[in-house]
């Protein structure tokens, strides 16, 4: 429904709908990356080596900062952080030789950006 108003509110209505449409848009991405980060988790979790167990079930979640218009979150191993590297990459052995890396967080990496990318798009339209 059309709306009438006068010029001199014109910059007021204007930046009324800018102010909605971003705490929409807040809304929407917040909600994207809360979820996002769940799956990412999951997935990373799915693929980690095992074991004993401890690395696998020592993913977690951790927003890490959440301004006005950003949000950030964290997919990290708290139990054994110093592992993620060797054992997505690989390592050598104290005696010689390599073993192979085994990688699990770069797949979910890769998912968590289009699948982030995906949601943000179909909330917004």
Not at 35 to 61: C, D, F, L, R
Not at 71 to 94: C, D, F
């Amino acid at each position: 429904m059309a709306k009438k108003i006068t010029v001199d509110r014109l910059s007021d209505e204007i930046m009324d709908a800018l102010e909605e449409y971003r705490e929409m848009t807040d809304e929407v991405v917040q909600t994207a990356v809360d979820t996002v980060s769940k799956e990412t988790k999951k997935i990373v979790q799915a693929g980690s080596p095992v074991q004993t167990g401890g690395y696998q079930k020592g993913w977690a979640v951790k927003k890490t900062s959440a301004k006005a218009g950003q949000v950030s979150i964290t997919v990290y191993n708290r139990k054994k952080p110093g592992l993620t590297h060797l054992l997505e990459k690989g390592h050598a052995k104290r005696g010689g030789g390599r073993v192979a890396g085994q990688p699990h967080i770069a797949p979910a990496e890769e998912y968590a950006v289009g699948e982030l990318e995906n949601k943000i798009k179909r909330g917004l339209s």
